[in-house]
C-alpha cells in the first residue's frame, strides 16, 4: 500500500487577490490586482486587473441565467479559468426571513475541476425585491438587493454570511 496521496497533489489556489468588486448603479465588475493562480498544480495565464468587465450571466448550472426574487438569497463563486478568463458558479436559491436574514444558510455551488475561485458574493433579494432580479443584467444596487463580496484563496468550508 502507497503512503502517496494523489489526492493531496495538485492545489488549485489563487496567489493574489483580485480585490473584487460588483457593486453600485452598474453591471459590470472591477479586479483591481492582478490574479496568480493555480489549477491543480498547473499556473494559470495571470489573469490582469479588469476594469468594467462584463459581468457572465450565467453558471454551469443556470442556462436561463442566475436570478433572484424577493426573499430568496444565494451565493456566486467568482473564478479563473486556465486562459484566464473569468467564470461565475451559482449556488442554489435559498429563502430568507422577514428581516431578509437566511432561513438556512446559502450553499456553494458545485466547482468545476478547470475553475479556480478568487472570490464569492453572497446576494440577498429582500422583501423589496420587485420582480426578478438578474445577474449581471440588473444594476448591484437595485432596490431590495443587498451583495456581500470575499476575496479568497481557496473556498471555505462554507459561505461566511454575517
Known sequence: ????????????????SGLLTATGAETVYDTT???QFAIKGKM????TA????????TGNTSAAGITLT???GRVVVWGVIAAGTVKVEEGPIASLDSAGNFIDAPQFPSIPDAFCPFAYQVIKADSTTVGTWDFGTDNWNATGVTNVIVNVS???DRPQIA
Open 1 to 16: 500500500m502507497s503512503t502517496d496521496k494523489l489526492q493531496d497533489r495538485g492545489i488549485t489556489a489563487a496567489f493574489s
Open 33 to 35: 490586482v492582478t490574479i
Open 44 to 47: 494559470g495565464t495571470a489573469l
Open 50 to 57: 479588469v476594469t468594467d468587465g462584463v459581468t457572465e450571466t
Open 70 to 72: 424577493a426573499n430568496k
Open 154 to 156: 481557496q473556498l471555505p
